[in-house]
């Protein structure tokens, strides 16, 4: 075990999460990439501690985070006993279910049968008895909303979670699902959802305005678009970057076409004395709403970088005007 940073929480800002109770960390720290086979044990801990001892106490995953599904729940359960094993009372570990995670009619989505097994299957890989916030991935098309949200009600009865939150919803499925689990006494007290300079599908689809009508805090993932709100892309496409490595989530053709306003964000952020990624965090705050920005990081560095944006001054309205006008013009 190693030494813990005894001044952790005196740079850190804490959010209350919606109309609960209980407090996020402006910015948590998100497991989805570089906590599978592919990245070293130790590399692993270091983004861990660096986190935690800066202050983030929430740390984010999902049953099939990996890439191998499971592998990033296994490699932080290990970590939480050989390093953290004494901090769990100061941490908030969240985990999700609804994407694939075996074969058959019962691996996905969400039905009762998938989520509350998905859900033991977890806390076996953690370590743990119960997560704080249990999560349901995405939107079901099939599965009545009834059901999938009467499974996170029964979760939290079982004392095997004790928040539930949804992710990838859109505003009108959020507030029918918000209804019923309010009527069952189990408040959604969170929403997960891409959003950044460049994604604001949220704004769009009557998430963001839902969540606040119903007191539901809102936990923004990829605020840097997977990278592109970074200083990597500003000279061009970087040939370690995740566009030629992995192509997954981002496609040459489409980052050619934004470089431009890659640029061109830069020099607003450079204007402001801030890194773009920094201006990118700090955009997400720029009204009310948002009560974490969900961060990933390869580099300790990179952890450390985003954190110093929480110091930096509120963006004024015409610096959001000028980064508006860059995406919209």
């Not at 985990?95 to 996905?108: I, N």
């Not at 009834?146 to 079982?158: F, N, R, Y």
């Not at 990118?280 to 920005?293: L, N």
Request: glycine share 8%.
């Amino acid at each position: 075990m190693q030494n813990i940073n005894k001044d952790r929480y005196n740079n850190m800002q804490y959010n209350y999460c919606g109309k609960s109770g209980l407090k996020l960390p402006a910015l948590s720290f998100g497991l989805w990439h570089n906590f599978g086979d592919h990245t070293p044990y130790q590399s692993m801990v270091d983004l861990v501690l660096t986190a935690f001892n800066n202050g983030i106490t929430h740390f984010d995953l999902a049953n099939n985070y990996g890439p191998i599904p499971g592998r990033a729940e296994e490699n932080f359960g290990k970590i939480l006993k050989e390093e953290l094993a004494g901090y769990r009372d100061e941490l908030i570990i969240s985990t999700k279910a609804g994407y694939t995670m075996w074969d058959g009619p019962y691996g996905d989505w969400g039905s009762r049968k998938y989520l509350i097994a998905s859900l033991d299957q977890s806390l076996k890989r953690l370590g743990l008895d119960y997560v704080d916030i249990f999560y349901h991935h995405r939107m079901d098309p099939n599965t009545p909303l009834e059901e999938t949200m009467g499974a996170l009600h029964s979760i939290v009865q079982s004392g095997k979670a004790l928040y539930v939150g949804l992710s990838n919803y859109d505003g009108t499925t959020l507030e029918k699902a918000v209804n019923i689990l309010n009527k069952l006494g189990t408040p959604c007290i969170i929403n997960q959802n891409k959003y950044s300079i460049f994604v604001r599908d949220i704004e769009e689809n009557g998430l963001k305005e839902t969540a606040i009508a119903a007191g539901s805090g809102i936990i923004s993932f990829s605020p840097l678009a997977q990278g592109l709100l970074t200083e990597r892309y500003i000279h061009g496409i970087p040939e370690d970057s995740r566009v030629k490595t992995d192509a997954r989530f981002l496609q040459e053709t489409g980052v050619k076409e934004k470089l431009p306003q890659i640029q061109a964000l830069h020099e607003i952020a450079k204007k402001n004395n801030m890194t773009l990624s920094q201006m990118a965090i700090k955009w997400q705050f720029r009204e009310p709403g948002i009560t974490s920005v969900l961060i990933g990081a390869s580099k300790p560095s990179q952890i450390i970088e985003n954190i110093e944006a929480l110091n930096k001054p509120d963006l004024d309205a015409q610096t959001i005007a000028e980064i508006d006008a860059v995406i919209k013009p």
